[in-house]
């Protein structure tokens, strides 16, 4: 799972596309999960921070920026990751919307960069 869902992330990235909602992500990916099912949603937050702790080790940008609420922009398991990670303090991460949008530029440049690309997909 963790794999079809990071190659589909960083071909989101490679091409620009907008960060995804959750919903859209299960479909795409068809990971079949229901976010109405607390166990499946947690799942799906476990996929992400898996992800993304693995990127972050590698020195590359957190891919799990990428996937959105629809209504909230990042929810916050995505910024408490970033405590984890020793970013920032969540809250404060939380409230600075250029810091999300500053992820979501580091997956586009990062990926959209062929040297990369080729390194590590």
Not at 11 to 40: C, F, M, V, W
Not at 57 to 65: D, F, G, I, T
Not at 78 to 87: D, H, Q, S, T, V
Request: proline share 2%; glycine share 4%; hydrophobic share 30%.
């Amino acid at each position: 799972m963790n794999t079809r869902v990071r190659n589909h992330l960083i071909s989101l990235a490679r091409n620009g596309d907008s960060p995804i909602p959750y919903r859209r992500l299960i479909n795409q990916t068809e990971l079949g999960l229901n976010l109405e099912i607390k166990h499946e949603k947690q799942l799906l937050g476990e996929i992400l921070d898996e992800i993304s702790e693995d990127e972050h080790e590698n020195k590359r940008p957190l891919l799990s920026a990428l996937v959105q609420d629809k209504r909230n922009g990042q929810a916050d398991r995505f910024f408490k990751l970033c405590e984890r990670l020793e970013i920032g303090e969540w809250k404060e991460l939380k409230k600075d919307e250029d810091f999300r949008n500053e992820q979501v530029e580091k997956c586009y440049a990062f990926w959209q960069d062929d040297k990369n690309y080729n390194a590590h997909f």
